[in-house]
């Protein structure tokens, strides 16, 4: 990666035009041409630096629901618990937190309901009680990590 | 084509990214049977509806160098967190910042970011300067430094000609 390479990931993840060139016109903010941001780009996808390079869904908008939910698991029974929470497919991602609350997980389902019986299903089979902690409000970020 | 129907097709055609050439939403609908602008037109309206939240790009931390990340939380008083939390969410290595509820007795924070940085000190010192720049030097706070990952993967919307998800949940921690 060059300077020039890191000046598009930093403008990128701020955004990207929708319009008929929108190459054309985020080169245009950057100093360059077109064609060069196209191949720049392909480059750095080639590379793994973007790994995706597109539009960025919100679930809530195509009707599907989000939650963080969190976990006190005692050590001896980590892997055990792991096993049944996973074995969710509204599982979408699990992480090992250095807390008494050391297991965090996201759900995401169609919708809101399933968000709930999901809880408690997983509340049944571990016995251990699940916090549920929805998004109240989101707090724009812009530049994601500076390149 | 119904709306509903062209928005999904439109959705999945995404999946794997925009087409990388001048007129990437021309191509888009070339392969969907649409014109360019019928394409820009469903988008716009995707986004005004909150479907789509913006076009860009999703780098890999790891690749760009920033391989430790912690979860942020700090309990701030209810008539505060929002300015707080915009201000926050600006701070440099702040990837999400969110409100949510607190959960007591077990968990008295309501207000939530990702940090990242080169490694475990780095994310420390960007927490640090974080909490200055949004006045958050004296709320109680914790730092949950990410451990194993057990499971990542998207959110499955409708197939792709690839097989993969056809939308993903862009955050670590949604």
């Not at chain 2, 076009?55 to 790891?62: M, Q």
């Not at chain 2, 300015?83 to 600006?90: I, Y």
């Not at chain 2, 499955?156 to 056809?166: C, D, I, M, R």
Request: hydrophobic share 45%; net charge negative.
């Amino acid at each position: 990666m060059d300077d020039l390479d890191r000046r598009i990931v930093n403008a990128l993840q701020g955004g990207f035009p929708v319009c008929e060139r929108p190459f054309a016109v985020a080169a245009e903010g950057l100093g360059m041409d077109e064609t060069t941001l196209i191949a720049r780009i392909a480059a750095l996808r080639a590379e793994g630096v973007l790994s995706r390079f597109g539009p960025l869904y919100k679930a809530e908008g195509l009707g599907g629901a989000v939650t963080l939910a969190a976990m006190a698991v005692p050590e001896d029974r980590f892997e055990e618990v792991v096993a049944l929470v996973n074995a969710h497919p509204e599982v979408a991602h699990n992480y090992a937190r250095d807390h008494q609350l050391n297991m965090w997980f996201v759900l995401a389902t169609e919708d809101e309901a399933r968000i709930a019986a999901t809880i408690r299903a997983i509340e049944a089979e571990t016995g251990l009680a699940v916090l549920n902690m929805p998004r109240l409000a989101e707090y724009h970020v812009g530049l994601r990590l500076e390149a | 084509m119904d709306v509903m129907a062209q928005e999904r097709a439109l959705l999945a055609a995404l999946a794997d990214g925009l087409p990388l050439e001048p007129r990437p939403f021309a191509a888009l609908g070339e392969r969907l049977g649409m014109t360019e602008a019928e394409v820009l037109e469903a988008l716009r309206t995707l986004g005004e509806r909150g479907v789509v939240r913006r076009f860009g790009v999703v780098v890999r931390h790891h690749e760009l160098g920033y391989r430790a990340n912690a979860m942020v939380v700090w309990d701030v008083p209810d008539d505060r967190v929002d300015a707080t939390g915009r201000t926050l969410a600006t701070a440099p290595g702040v990837t999400l910042c969110y409100r949510r509820p607190r959960r007591p007795p077990d968990w008295p924070y309501n207000l939530f970011c990702m940090i990242h940085g080169r490694d475990r000190e780095a994310v420390l010192c960007a927490v640090e300067r974080a909490a200055e720049l949004a006045g958050l030097e004296d709320m109680p706070r914790a730092v949950l430094f990410s451990g194993r990952r057990f499971k990542q993967r998207g959110a499955v919307f409708g197939p792709t000609p690839s097989g993969e998800a056809a939308w993903t949940i862009s955050t670590a921690a949604s």
